[in-house]
């Protein structure tokens, strides 16, 4: 499968997932508390912000082998503290 979008759907499971995806996997905005049932292999760009867990890259690669960029968190978020 060149590419498999399933974000914004209320999910709770990615149990019914291809396993092997050759271009971008986006699970954005679901209810997802875990990573089970995920591709085995991502050719494109793995999405998996805005769920009911904040998972972190290393979770992702630790259930997936992803060719390309790993999003945990909405891209405009920066990890450097603001102060005013």
């Given at each position: 499968?060149?590419?498999?979008?399933?974000?914004?759907?209320?999910?709770?499971?990615?149990?019914?997932?291809?396993?092997?995806?050759?271009?971008?996997?986006?699970?954005?905005?679901?209810?997802?508390?875990?990573?089970?049932g995920?591709?085995?292999?991502?050719?494109?760009?793995?999405?998996?912000?805005?769920?009911?867990?904040?998972?972190?890259?290393?979770?992702?690669?630790?259930?997936?082998?992803?060719?390309?960029?790993?999003?945990?968190?909405?891209?405009?978020?920066?990890?450097?503290?603001?102060?005013?």
């Open positions: 499968m060149e590419i498999f979008f399933c974000q914004d759907n209320k999910l709770k499971s990615l149990k019914v997932c291809p396993k092997i995806i050759g271009g971008n996997f986006d699970c954005r905005y679901n209810n997802l508390k875990s990573l089970e995920s591709p085995k292999e991502v050719g494109g760009h793995f999405l998996c912000y805005g769920n009911s867990k904040i998972f972190t890259k290393e979770e992702v690669l630790s259930v997936c082998d992803v060719k390309g960029r790993v999003y945990v968190k909405l891209p405009w978020i920066r990890s450097k503290k603001i102060t005013l």
